[in-house]
């Protein structure tokens, strides 16, 4: 008769107490994607309880989330973007050092090259320049921004002799009698202020392709 094992058998559930913060996850999916895990729940060594069943980590447990949601679903990258912010910088340099303690290889990698920048691009469309009252109500999809900007501009009218109102307009336009009175050298304007828009569309593009595991 063979003799009974001896090597503590590794549970099927384990719930992880992540600096006072728990999580309950399959041990096999650990196991897969991060070698500290497999380490840690291997045969060959003894990774002791606390009393009430838990496992400590001493690590972020908010970075610690992003790491078991990606461990869970290793198909895909994390993007941590918004559109008033941009990319999130500081999370990615913390989530990368996470990624590496707990050796999580390819998620490691695919932060330290920089990979999520491709992720996400801005096009941005040729200026349009309207008069103010040439603006009309739109509507615009989610991806899509308009940059707004108000340019002071000042119309000139040309006036004729005597400011007689059919005599008003370009300076071409007048005749001899009018340059006769005036001369040849000497024209007025009448001025008015009104402001031009010039709007910028930008989208939003999203490149889900680059965020997959291959």
């Keep these: 008769m063979a003799a009974p094992s001896t090597e503590p058998e590794r549970p099927t559930i384990i719930t992880l107490d992540v600096s006072g913060r728990h999580f309950k996850v399959s041990s096999d999916i650990l ?5 500290f895990f497999k380490r840690q729940l291997s045969a060959q060594y003894n990774w002791t309880p606390q009393r009430d069943g838990t496992y400590f980590i001493d690590a972020d447990p908010a970075l610690f989330e992003h790491l078991l949601n990606f461990m869970r679903r290793p198909s895909v990258f994390p993007v941590f973007w918004s559109q008033d912010k941009g990319f999130d910088y500081n999370l990615y340099q913390r989530l990368q050092a996470e990624a590496e303690y707990f050796q999580m290889s390819s998620l490691d990698k695919w932060i330290k090259e920089e990979k999520y920048l491709q992720a996400v691009t801005i096009r941005t469309y040729e200026p349009v320049t309207r008069d103010l009252d040439k603006v009309t109500q739109e509507r615009i999809a989610g991806n ?3 940059d707004w900007h108000y340019v002071p501009k000042v119309h000139k009218t040309s006036i004729r002799p005597r400011r007689i109102q059919c005599r008003y307009g370009t300076r071409e336009a007048c005749g001899g009698a009018c340059h006769g009175y005036k001369g040849d050298d000497n024209t007025d304007y009448d001025e008015a202020d009104y402001l031009e828009v010039v709007t910028v569309k930008r989208e939003v593009v ?3 392709e680059v965020c997959k595991v291959r």
Excluded: H, L, R, V
């Design 206 to 208: 999203f490149d889900e």
């Design 144 to 146: 899509m921004t308009k």
């Design 31 to 35: 196991i897969a994607e991060s070698g």
